[in-house]
Nanobody, 117 residues
Framework: QVQLVESGGGLVQTGGSLRLSCVVS????????MGWYRQAPGKERELVAR???????YYGDSVKGRFTISRDNAKNTVYLQMSSLKPEDTAVYYC???????????WGQGTLVTVSS
């Protein structure tokens, strides 16, 4: 049973940086696509960043140029490096993985990021 566990959330000031981690309790090679989503209070969940095949990346317009997604296969971990943080980035961040052949999706429990003004 493959599971995803996020960590690294916390409270930061505007303009600060934070690094989120998503540890895969299984074989990370089973996932053809992994991504980060976020949901703020009263808002819809949105895609923040995605990495496919370990190299191809995508970023939402609101975070482009500020966030970086990466994958470390040796550590079975996906990271989200966040810089130049804004109060609008405050949300619960979720890790998501999609299994290749079956297209099954797995979600983490989420980690809270709060950016003070």
């Amino acid at each position: 049973q493959v599971q995803l566990v996020e960590s690294g959330g916390g409270l930061v000031q505007t303009g600060g940086s934070l690094r989120l981690s998503c540890v895969v309790s299984g074989n990370i090679f089973s996932f053809v696509t992994m991504g980060w989503y976020r949901q703020a209070p009263g808002k819809e969940r949105e895609l923040v960043a995605r990495i496919r095949g370990g190299t191809s990346t995508y970023y939402g317009d609101s975070v482009k140029g500020r966030f970086t997604i990466s994958r470390d296969n040796a550590k079975n971990t996906v990271y989200l490096q966040m810089s130049s943080l804004k109060p609008e980035d405050t949300a619960v961040y979720y890790c998501r993985g999609v299994v290749g052949v079956s297209n099954l999706e797995v979600w983490g429990q989420g980690t809270l990021v709060t950016v003070s003004s």
